[in-house]
């Protein structure tokens, strides 16, 4: 038995559990705050960040043929400084060939094991991995170290059970027996062995690092195959804290530490083309843009492809018994994290005869009206706007936000105009509130695409059965992560959840009092794979079972 | 609950334990001695096979635009004067379209109940099938009856097993609360949803038809997609069985019958591309050569492909106890179908320098003689070489006979010609006996690609790690579906076998005294996925969890 799958083996089993049962569970402390960790940890974690700027990031790695790395800080609009080793991809994957089957025989505890220590081994730095996802990625602190710190990990450990169960599915060993006409008896040994399909390459998004990143490192890695994160070239530093820990437990442990390696690169000079194209690569996960998603999908025909991309999420709003409450729960998700997360919600559609409100008809405008308010609640406490909004993590959604602030025909009616927030730490930090736009149904050009930041657009259907129907055709032809609706009508909700699952997607019904983005580790199947915001579900046991395959031999007992 | 899952519940089970333990099982009887049966149901098979032919097959199936099929029997080179409705494929597919909703909505009990129906009705017409599967597929009785009958049987039902174990792993619902700092408590009720892929298309080949046909379609159909079988232009029959009882059940069961159909055409007139290229085609099974199969796996990339093909299965003798027993062994493969199976032996590599058989040297001649004696001991019983020869299924396997039976430079010496030998029962039989050949191990032109029918070539390697070399590099680069080792050296077993593996290829060792083409169902691990003939397992986890997804929904509790 090996001794790291015995330290973790009680958190594994309740991982199964959790997944098996789906209940609310979580590994890791998602909770920055002082009272838990006290405050020598939080300072530490800044202070090793802080010390990390202007520096070559320690991260040695064979075929390294200089430095890159461009990353600026939304926060200071300043440069970090930091840079990595620029990959001789090649040669890279020569020294990575060299690891292959040492690891290919390492048994399934030990490989399950190391994974279960390199996710311990990054909750301990989550700190750390809190400001460089700051810093990179544009998160708030507080998002940083939960949503890509805690649930991120979480995340990975749910994807470790899946293949930690898919391959426990393989017995190792069996007895086989049974006469053969008149020619006797047959014994057989059978044995069954687990086979990685070759280098799994792991393609992570600007704006959450490591929130697939996780996920398919453990569900690659576990399963035999040597991994290359590629972190995206704004957003380098949280992937490089990860991949020197799984390289350090690596070495530690006897394995070559070149079964994780990452490949950074920069906006000017991209690498991962040629990671896509190299012949070693056999597994792609992707998370990033539908574009760039679609064309792997199609064009890398000869790998293991998993995606998460983005949609058009949408609300639709039948019917509530508390529009404040209701009103508050979609701003927060206009807001958080400035919409730039995949479970962000950019279409709300709303019957133009309004809905009923505990009986009492709400119009079209008065609903608009008590979103655009319940916005103007989030962002009033600037600490507060801080937390929730973050950063831009990138320039180009300002010129989004322009483009489409101007109203008039066939462009809708802005109902609240973007703005920077003023960020009480970071007075230069890249800031916008939300874009809120009414529109008519038939506007569909406009909101049939996800716009990648604060916008939202508030789309008058004819009533909720058209509301419905508009919604979920986007889910279907344009994607969708997730998705809402609001009703206090039994017969609309069951249809509504009929309507959206057929569509492809799942959805969520009267979330209020609760982050709605939230997405839950163990519990909800995050993307479904069957519409175009990606054709994975992370995790499932679809995610891990092509990462290996089984080969056999048989012998006969003489 | 389900009473077809009920009826059936106990066999589902015990198949579960078989996948989980792999031992030796069958749920269905693969002899047909009336010993078991008694006479009359052989005979009844016999003639109720009989009183088809000439006749439009009594399949009724909407859209059907006149008749198609153009079987010829390999043991009577007559027609069988069968004919089959010919189908408006985007019309079926209309049809097709209609049953979806409803059987998506059907649990997974219902539906994985009606399959084991559907598989428990087909063991009750084997007799029938074993009929068809001789005078279409051109297999001997007893193989028509077993391997194409009872054994393919087993393997449904292995992928049906697998199916239920993969969609029980979600559960149906969860309850799922926590706390959201100072915003209270959320307490979401969730439920999860299967939701199928789309219409499953299963290309069935000449040889066995159904050998990967109903794995597949459980596979399919138990997940929830509609099924359109498409036999091979020269098997159609045997299919046809297997489609006339499921839509029986279906009808008797109170669903549409369309959720399985039948596509039969001509060499003449395909209908195959117009199934693939349709827009509900959501996955696509295939059994066949390995050039069609390449072409699917690289074109169709917006579907699921599930493959098996062909390859160059090898044998490597290093040395062995039982000189006899083991070249019987090897002679029965290279007779069994005449060595039109999948599992059938074409490349035997033995050692210039010879063997040790009992720590006596076997020169690399003698060896070859002594598989020729045991195919010549195969074959001296007429009745005998008629079960385990069978006919060949097309006449262009003569071609590839002449074509290779003049010997010369580059050509080879020519151990053993073929020749017809005469099938008691029927005088015009199409039949070949093996031809073998005799190669160095520099002639691989000849020998690294697979020579459809009864072709094998005696190998002459410098040394038994050269044999290995060889064999393993083809496994590799050309395909394997089995491979043999005979050796009694412990340590060039292993290495033999970890050698194997790494190719990609599962491996059989000192197999004597059973029928070494033989695979046994929730036991071994059929096809790898992992070498060029065949991108699949059939069956194992990887096989199913992705003929479905899941979709979900969360409401708040109020």
Redesign the interface.
Known sequence: MSVWFEKHQATLEKALDAC?????WTAYQESPSSKIHGSERPAAGKANFEAMLGQPYPLKQPASIGQTGAEVSPYTKEALGITYPKADIPELYQHIDQAK?QW?QTSIEERVGLCMEMLHRCSEQLFENAHATMHTSGQSYIMAFAGSGANALDRGLEALAYAY??MK???TT?????Q?GA??A?K?D????L?P?GVGVVICCATFPLWNGYPALCASLATGNPVVMKPHPAAILPVALMVSRCREILVEAGYDPNLVTMVADTREEPATMELLEHPDTAIIDFTGSPQFGTWI??NC??KLVYTETAGCNSVVIESTDDLAAMSKAIAHSLCQASAQMCTSVQNVHIPAEGILVNGERVSYEEICQSIVEAVEGHLENPKNAAFLCGTLVDDNIYQTLDRLAVQGEQRGTILRQSGPYENPGFPNARTATPLIIALSNEESELYREELFGPVSFMIKGKDANDCLAAATRDARERGAITSHVYSVNDDF?EKA?DA???A????????????IN?A?AY???HV???NPAGNA?LA???FV??RF????????R?
């Open positions: 098996a049962k789906r209940y609310a089957a290919r169960k898919a599915d393989v017995p069996a007895d086989w027996e049974r053969f020619d006797g047959a057989l059978k044995r069954y062995r086979m399909r999908e199609q025909r000869d909700l959840q959206y699952n057929v492809g997607a799942s959805v969520a019904c009267n979330l209020m009092g609760m982050p939230f839950a519990s909800d199947f479904t794979g069957l579900c499932d046991l679809a079972t092509s395959r089984i080969v056999q031999s048989k012998v006969m003489r």
